[in-house]
């Protein structure tokens, strides 16, 4: 890799053997055999999202291939059908850190600073239930409305959401292992990003390094304006996977 790594806060050392590649005009490339499960986000009482359920899991080489382009007739792993997809691969999000993006913003409370960075959002909707993580951080006073925040930004899978800690002085993320993950939404009737968890390396075709991250989301559908990254295109276009 050509540049040092940068890492951001709240991400866990892990094995060197975990790394995705991405082909200029291909697919991920998964090194170090991660596991690769679907997860379905699932509805609280009141018919909002509110977490997610394991649906299927799916077998991973020690090197494998998964499709970006949303193409494929194998999804989740890639058969070639980037070579005449029609598809713009071009790798356009910005090196720069999510919490130091222009873009970035900070909500304050009580118990924390809630940095969001909009351009990541996936459109789960987890953090919009119970009357949304933007409200609840300005009333951490209450234990409900705090544990409500706390469950929402751990379940946001870009890490658009992310927790400063007042009293810790640290960022608070929830602890993953190196592991994929598809998400389904069946309420907006549309298949999801590449959910990767645990830090593991997103290296471009040029050798350099994205920042690593405890959570980040990849396109999969081959529409994202901010590849690698998923920006909630698949919506829109009603994407589905058909697994």
Aim: contains cysteine.
């Amino acid at each position: 890799m050509k540049n040092d790594e940068k890492t951001e806060p709240g991400t866990p050392t892990i094995d060197a053997k975990y790394k995705i590649e991405i082909l200029a005009k291909g697919p991920y490339i998964v090194h170090g055999k991660p596991t690769l499960e679907q997860k379905r986000i699932i509805n609280n009482e009141d018919g909002e999202p509110w977490d997610y359920i394991k649906d299927k899991s799916f077998e991973m080489q020690e090197v494998t291939s998964l499709c970006r382009c949303g193409e494929s007739k194998n999804k989740p792993y890639c058969d070639g059908a980037h070579t005449h997809a029609n598809w713009n691969p071009e790798l356009t999000a910005p090196m720069t850190p999510l919490l130091e993006d222009e873009d970035a913003q900070v909500y304050s409370g009580p118990d924390y600073d809630m940095f969001d960075n909009p351009d990541y959002c996936v459109h789960v909707g987890i953090c919009m239930a119970k009357n949304a993580a933007w409200r609840a951080v300005r009333h951490t006073d209450d234990p409900e409305r705090k544990a409500v925040l706390e469950h929402e930004v751990e379940r946001c899978p870009s890490g658009r959401l992310k927790l400063f800690s007042k009293e810790e002085k640290k960022f608070i993320e929830p602890d993953l292992k190196p592991s994929l993950a598809i998400i389904e939404d069946t309420k907006k009737k549309c298949s999801g990003p590449l959910w990767v968890m645990g830090g593991i390396p997103i290296v471009r075709p040029d050798g350099e390094t994205y920042v690593r991250r405890n959570r980040v989301t990849l396109c999969r559908c081959g529409q994202s304006h901010n590849k690698p990254y998923c920006d909630g295109s698949h919506v829109a276009e009603q994407w589905k996977d058909n697994l």
